[in-house]
């Protein structure tokens, strides 16, 4: 039987893209967990990058929106322009005077990745193309796009049409949670128009369990991208890759990137329950209280260990009031080491270099404590083999709690391994000598 720590590890190899062979240095991918705001993965996730055909999933955010204000109907008349007509593959072969419904515009536009239908619905709705353009980059800065700008519909090449991994995350996102009523239409596989049949250039949307989106994108400055949306065991995530060698090697890197998350997120279920069963531990009200108060109580308090400012304890897609900030929390993914069995040692002395400590939280019993230490320890600090787990008792209101602290380190260490606990959304702070 393979064991949960196994599982989670792996899972971060993959994640990480050391796992696979194709991941590359100048590719860009972003993972997040989209009811949560959970950030699973991110690599150059804030690097300007050229969206290519992931354009027309704001020009799709554009019409959904047109509809819902009554600005058009799925049936209203769409007309090309010689301008329109003039778009190159990939398209509909549009001619001058050609009409088509919204309907089959956005079926157009999610299946086929038509430029021409991208330029007349952007004609349709603003007039020109490019007072279009200025439109989607004022709505994607609403949104939360703040490192986006769009020169045209379609994300045919124009230097000054940049994105971020990061930011077609969020626009991913608004479509989802703004447009629920009309995202059957990412999910199909075939869209025939005339004569001709075409397949969804999406090529994980009914091949990977769980995928119902999205959108697909390749210019030669941009390399190969793709974001899709994914829903399996009440977990709907959003990945990203851009700068794919290859639409083959694009694809892949998804489909690792995704089936790591889901991985990831099952081996922490687990590990709850396993939790549940054996470790005591007080709730985490009570435990963001004792943590607050001991903060409190340091004579050089640092907050989440460092001087120049707290890092956030999760990182969200957009605007709190858009999503939820991530409050899940990793736990222990096998059964705890006995207190035995752990390092106890008291803490070093106030005259060692490496005599600050790290504190993640207070608990009911010493074992409860060690065990924590542990599943921090195997699932976030492995590259911190200094650390050292240690279970501190301090009575208070006449009861015994269990502080859970790492000693083994310096200022800076302390620092950066706060950070790296505070990214992941666990709560900590760092213990000067002192203190």
């Known amino acids: 039987m393979i064991r949960a720590p196994f599982l989670l590890v792996l899972a971060f190899l993959l994640l990480a893209g050391a796992a696979p062979s194709h991941a590359q240095s100048r590719g860009a991918a972003f993972v997040a967990d989209m009811d949560s705001g959970e950030v699973l993965h991110a690599r150059q996730a804030d690097e300007p990058r050229h969206p290519a055909s992931l354009t027309k999933m704001m020009t799709l955010y554009m019409l959904f929106e047109a509809l819902e204000d009554g600005r058009v109907s799925m049936d209203t ?23 088509l419904s919204v309907e089959t515009a956005i079926r157009a536009l999610v299946i086929r990745s038509a430029n021409d239908v991208a330029v007349v619905v952007g004609e349709h709705l603003s007039g020109t193309e490019s007072a279009f353009a200025a439109d989607m980059t004022r709505r994607a800065a609403e949104l939360g796009l703040q490192a986006t700008l769009f020169r045209n519909a379609s994300g045919l090449p124009d230097n000054e049409q940049i994105t971020t991994a990061r930011d077609m995350a969020r626009l991913a996102h608004a479509l989802s949670r703004d447009f629920p009523q009309y995202w059957h239409y990412f999910s199909e596989e075939r869209f025939t128009y005339g004569s001709r049949t075409w397949r969804n250039h999406n090529s994980l949307v009914g091949r990977v369990d769980g995928v119902d989106g999205l959108k697909t994108g390749y210019i030669r400055a941009s390399g190969f991208n793709v974001v899709t949306t994914s829903q399996r065991n009440g977990h709907r995530l959003v990945t990203v890759v851009m700068g794919g060698r290859t639409a083959a090697v694009r694809d892949s890197h998804a489909e690792d990137l995704l089936e790591a ?62 999503m939820r900030p991530a409050r899940s929390r990793p736990a222990p993914l096998s059964e705890p080491t006995p207190a035995a069995q752990m390092a106890a040692a008291p803490a070093p002395q106030a005259d060692t270099a490496a005599s600050w400590a790290v504190q993640v939280g207070a608990y009911t019993s010493q074992a409860a404590a060690l065990a924590r230490l542990e599943s921090l320890r195997d699932a976030h600090l492995a590259s911190e083999p200094a650390l050292t787990p240690f279970a501190e008792a301090v009575d208070r209101n006449g009861r015994t709690l269990w502080r859970a602290r790492f000693n ?11 950070q790296t606990l505070a990214n992941r959304g666990e709560p900590c702070f760092a213990v000067s000598p002192n203190a």
């Open 77 to 99: 008349t769409l007309t090309a322009s010689a301008e329109a007509a003039s778009r190159p593959a990939s398209d509909l072969g549009l001619e001058t005077g050609d009409t």
């Open 261 to 322: 998350a889901y991985t990831a997120i099952d081996a922490r279920a687990e590990g709850r329950l396993l939790a549940a069963l054996q470790t005591p531990r007080l709730n985490p009200v009570r435990e963001q209280a004792i943590l607050t108060a001991e903060l409190a109580d340091l004579r050089e308090p640092t907050a989440m260990g460092s001087a120049e400012g707290a890092p956030p304890v999760s990182v969200v897609l957009a605007d709190p009031a858009d």
């Open 408 to 418: 083994g380190v310096d200022a800076s260490g302390a620092r950066r391994v706060c």
